[in-house]
């Protein structure tokens, strides 16, 4: 699995021969136009299928959000306009702007530890020897592969209050109170335990493709560097973070989405609990829409999330869209 | 000296304690599924199991319809691969190798595409799906995960199909091969790589999805291993044993799969990473 | 509008139910010629709810009178009102099912479930009144009542013994003591009590005389505030005092039966089936247990219970009308609802049938409370509340945390209220 990344500035950049490469066969005129057509007919089946099975239940989604849909209208296939009741209710609701917040610290704070963690494992990883480093990769792969429902699992039986090898090792390590320790009894101890969870399964993907990516640095960049008189620190400055900047960038964006639509880790390990204080937008949406039986608030809320993640990745949209502009 | 010993000691020690952090909650999963209930709750850990017990996944794989599980697991997962795959492969093409309007829409599209929260428009499907008449099924379900993994596999195969020296394409076709030859001869086979890496990432997202397939097929006919998983939590209250013997078998497959393609992938991660 | 619906629902229902009188053969879903062979009834029922051997004696008993088939399938109690919702309103939905006496008015408001009149008067002439209420709704009988249970004090009668007590306590005072000395004269847990068992608290509720819930205009609203439910909080506070176990868990995580198998647990307040969980954990542990009423505050009187029970309902949108009503028929008839309260302990539906519990301890122990037992509201607003996180349960931890009665009502008074305040 490999992240799909913008040209590097400084990377190898690919000899574009003059004349295109739809210039490229030698067929009469016909041929051509058909060329011109190509494109657009091998995109044709993944644009189908994006409309029909994500556009369709978006618009579906869209359409429920102005429903009044409970359990009676579910059941009996009864629809109920009830305009931008579900909106009005849901944003002055102090709830939603609460569990947005809530969602966006914890979105960063994962982000952030994921992303720095895994780059430090990433360059640990060029600098082991070769023996150690295959035995980390093996352990990192590991980790990496566990299912998410597996691992979920495996976290909550880690941490269990009775019996979990978690509390106990801290017990054994002279923090007594900690011997039967609720994880799931507060806020910060459930978000302890979801992040552990999420940035263990997270920093493999960073750390080996980070790896991958610092073996392509030509070493001449490094002695230029070094000619200059420049020390580890700056080299790592000058010349290795520039040339995985592009990396990184792309990097971060997955993990945002992934971290923000962390759906299972969180409801699984304590149902949004306690007291609905680890909630985050996809739980939220999911405990009032499908938990409460209010499909059509659910649908609202299942809107605005993806609103406000659209707005926390347009920075990086933004910066691909002026890519694209500059290539080919 | 004396610093140079601890500068080489620390990369070393820092990777054992990662390995065993790494490893420590897989161990600990299949340890527990091997152990006797008595070892398993006990007020010391029993950090070997001595006692080996195939107890634990006799229960699990004795819950009923478990071959069903999967049987259905394995054709959806793959079907969805498979198709996205297929279909992702010829618009990675048009996007890594071809100029044309509107190719930056579909680029940033399939971006937004990629970021869809799917287990909040859960009810919506449900609701197509319901109105279809194709509850039950295992078509939609292949269907939505196939769409569930399709972007990533559009926009990662494109690094590597941009990956691929352009040259070698042309002189494929200098020496008379059209240009599907050239695709099917040249680019396909150095794709590999990138097909498998790919490949891994959507087989884990099909095999874990568990939110959709709980709503769309109530018959346990059309089930899988997911919903298994999580009933022997609610079956069995913590039975941690079968628990751990039931997430190890539903592991070990994605497992074996990573172990097997790593090497091969990560050969192919440098050119799809950095060159994209 | 939704009201309009609801009747339409009800009037098609009774004209396909008149129809079926007339002895219309032949049409889908009704007898032919051939009884109604060839035909498959689905029944889902909870998990553990029928012993096997039930479900095979009930099966055979209505294959052998409709020709039919039945399929039950066997549902889990987490999750289910998300799962009966959207599969009532499917094409194909359980012919019959198992429904939560709580959870009963929310479905039969939703138009959900078919009208069952024609078989309560066939039938239910001799239903006991408290627990066929649950079923009515506006004055229809939208299900039939099945079985219903209480939950009793489990307890260990090794680690009793090893304390020297020797008669099991009759009042609240004497279990308190008795739990106190198992501490003090023992190394085990005097009693396993997670601060959720919110069925024991709703339980100590009805024993105090109180409610939930209150009525206030034409709106339910949270009643947690009164004093009455503030002295059984306090109740329950004493003794999970007692206890190790998380007060933020509730009974089924861990399952408490499975913590009671170790043998170092004094007592726990637990269904009669609980003690299954137990044994299964721990064979041995089988000859030691022992089962007594929850003594009240005076030896004259039980503590108060929760009457959980269930009822079996006909979806509305099944196409096997007649055959769902056969079937109800046999499952419901003295032989069956006698044999389910022999093999599982539980209150039938008719007190006739009571002579079934002879000799079951679990019966013995748990039939004294039941005439005092209650439930929670019979509102349709009701099923919102118990849909995680439940506020009451909410409540309980909060107190247990050392808040007053008074500030952890005030805190999940919000909650609570907005849950009873939504349509269904």
């Given amino acids: ?328 | 000296m004396k610093r140079s010993l601890f500068g080489r000691l620390w990369p070393n020690v820092t990777a054992v304690v990662l390995f065993i952090g790494c490893v420590f909650p897989v161990y600990w999963m299949f340890a527990t599924a091997f152990k006797p209930t008595g070892d398993i709750i006990s007020e010391d850990p029993v950090w070997f199991p001595t006692d080996v017990t195939l107890e634990h996944f006799r229960t699990a794989t004795d819950a009923d319809h478990f071959w069903t599980f999967v049987t259905n697991s394995l054709t959806v997962t793959v079907l969805a691969v498979v198709f996205s795959l297929i279909i992702a492969l010829a618009g990675s093409f048009a996007l890594a190798r071809m100029r044309f309007k509107g190719r930056r829409g579909f680029v940033v599209g399939f971006m937004v595409a990629q970021m869809a929260p799917w287990e909040v428009m859960i009810i919506a499907m449900y609701m197509i799906v319901r109105d279809a008449s194709m509850l039950n099924s295992l078509v939609p379900l292949t269907a939505f995960y196939m769409m569930m993994i399709l972007p990533f596999t559009i926009l990662t195969l494109r690094g590597f199909v941009a990956a691929v020296p352009r040259e070698l394409e042309e002189a494929a076709m200098v020496d008379g091969c059209t240009r599907v030859q050239a695709f099917r001869r040249v680019i396909l086979p150095l794709l590999a790589p990138g097909l498998m890496s790919t490949s891994m990432f959507g087989f884990i997202t099909a095999w874990n999805e568990l939110p959709l397939v709980l709503v769309l097929n109530k018959d346990i006919e059309a089930q899988t291993l997911p919903l298994w998983l999580t009933s022997f939590q609610s079956v069995f209250g913590n039975d941690w044993g079968a628990t751990m013997a039931a997430s190890s078998l539903f592991a070990i497959p994605i497992l074996i799969l990573f172990v097997f393609l790593q090497r091969r992938a990560v050969s192919g991660l440098t050119a799809g990473a950095v060159k994209g | 509008m939704k009201r309009k619906l609801i009747s339409a629902i009800g009037v098609a229902a009774m004209m396909v139910s008149i129809a079926a009188c007339g002895g219309d053969k032949g049409d889908e879903g009704k007898a032919g010629a051939d009884g109604y062979a060839g035909q498959t009834l689905t029944v889902w029922v909870m998990d553990g709810s029928s012993p096997d051997q039930w479900q095979k004696d009930v099966a055979a008993a209505f294959e052998k009178k409709t020709k039919a088939k039945v399929k039950f399938e066997i549902q889990q109690w987490n999750g289910i009102q998300q799962k009966l919702t959207t599969a009532l309103s499917e094409e194909n939905p359980p012919d019959v099912f198992e429904i939560g006496n709580t959870q009963t008015p929310a479905y039969a408001k939703t138009g959900g479930l078919a009208d069952l009149a024609d078989l309560k008067s066939e039938i239910g002439g001799e239903w006991t009144e408290s627990l066929n209420n649950s079923s009515v709704f506006e004055g229809k009988q939208y299900a039939v009542p099945w079985y219903f249970a209480n939950r009793v004090v489990m307890y260990n009668k090794k680690v009793w013994a090893d304390a020297g007590i020797k008669d099991t306590p009759k009042t609240r005072d004497e279990f308190y003591d008795a739990l106190k000395t198992i501490g003090e004269k023992t190394d085990a847990e005097p009693i396993y009590l997670p601060g959720q068992n919110w069925y024991h608290f709703v339980g100590l509720v009805v024993g105090e005389g109180g409610e939930l819930v209150k009525k206030e205009g034409d709106k339910y609203v949270s009643n947690l505030d009164d004093p009455k439910v503030a002295a059984a909080m306090e109740t329950y506070k004493k003794f999970q005092a007692l206890s190790k176990a998380p007060k933020d868990k509730d009974e089924a995580t861990p399952q408490q039966g499975e913590v009671f198998a170790k043998g170092n647990v004094g007592a726990i307040i637990a269904m009669g089936w609980e003690s299954g969980i137990a044994i299964e954990a721990n064979p041995k542990i089988e000859e030691q247990i022992g089962y007594f009423t929850i003594p009240g505050a005076t030896a004259d009187k039980p503590e108060g219970v929760f009457l959980g029970g269930s009822n079996l309902a006909v979806a509305a949108g099944s196409q096997k009308q007649e055959l769902a009503k056969e079937f109800l028929k046999i499952a419901l008839s003295d032989e069956h609802e006698g044999q389910l309260a022999k093999l599982n302990g539980v209150i039938p539906n008719k007190e006739s049938l009571q002579t079934n519990l002879k000799g079951n301890v679990v019966a013995e122990a748990a039939a004294p409370a039941a005439a005092g037992g209650g439930t929670t509201p019979l509102i349709p607003e009701w099923a919102a509340v118990e849909n995680a996180p439940n506020p009451i349960k909410t409540y309980m931890t909060a107190v247990l945390n050392g808040k007053t009665p008074a500030e952890a009502a005030q805190q999940v008074e919000d909650e609570f209220n907005k849950r009873l305040s939504q349509e269904s």
């Fill in chain 1, 1 to 328: 699995m490999t992240v799909q990344t913008e040209r590097p500035p400084s990377g190898p950049v690919d000899v574009v021969k003059p004349g295109g490469p739809d210039s490229g066969g030698p067929g009469p005129r016909a041929a051509a136009r058909l060329g011109a057509f190509a494109p657009y007919l091998l995109l044709l089946p993944a644009c189908a299928a994006t409309v029909l099975l994500l556009g369709w239940p978006l618009l579906k989604d869209v359409l429920l959000s102005f429903q009044n849909l409970n359990m009676a209208q579910l059941i009996q296939h009864v629809t109920e306009w009830n305009g931008v009741d579900n909106y009005k209710e849901v944003l002055t609701g102090e709830d939603f702007w609460r569990v947005t917040l809530r969602s966006i610290l914890f979105t960063a704070a994962n982000v952030v530890l994921i992303m720095v963690l895994g780059t430090l494992v990433g360059l640990l990883l060029a600098r082991l020897g070769r023996r150690m480093r295959v035995t980390l990769m093996i352990g990192l792969v590991l980790a990496w592969a566990m299912p998410v429902v597996a691992a979920t699992t495996v976290y909550q039986w880690l941490f269990a209050q009775r019996f979990g090898v978690v509390n106990w090792v801290l017990d054994k390590l002279g923090w007594h109170s900690m011997a039967d320790y609720s994880w799931t009894s507060s806020q910060m101890s459930t978000f302890f335990v979801v992040t552990v969870l999420i940035v263990w399964m997270s920093i493999p993907f960073v750390a080996i493709n980070l790896y991958a990516a610092t073996t392509t640095i030509p070493g001449e960049l490094y002695e230029a560097a070094a000619l200059d008189g420049a020390g580890a620190w700056r080299s790592f400055t000058t010349v290795t973070l520039p040339f995985l900047r592009p990396f990184l960038y792309a990097t971060t964006f997955l993990e945002i989405i992934w971290v923000f639509k962390a759906f299972v880790q969180v409801f699984t390990i304590n149902g949004g609990g306690p007291d609905r204080l680890t909630e985050i937008l996809p739980v939220y949406a999911y405990i009032e829409g499908v938990g409460n039986q209010h499909y059509g608030m659910g649908a609202a809320i299942a809107v605005l999330t993806i609103l406000i993640l659209l707005a926390l990745t347009a920075y990086y949209l933004r910066i691909v869209l002026k890519q694209e502009e500059d290539e080919l």
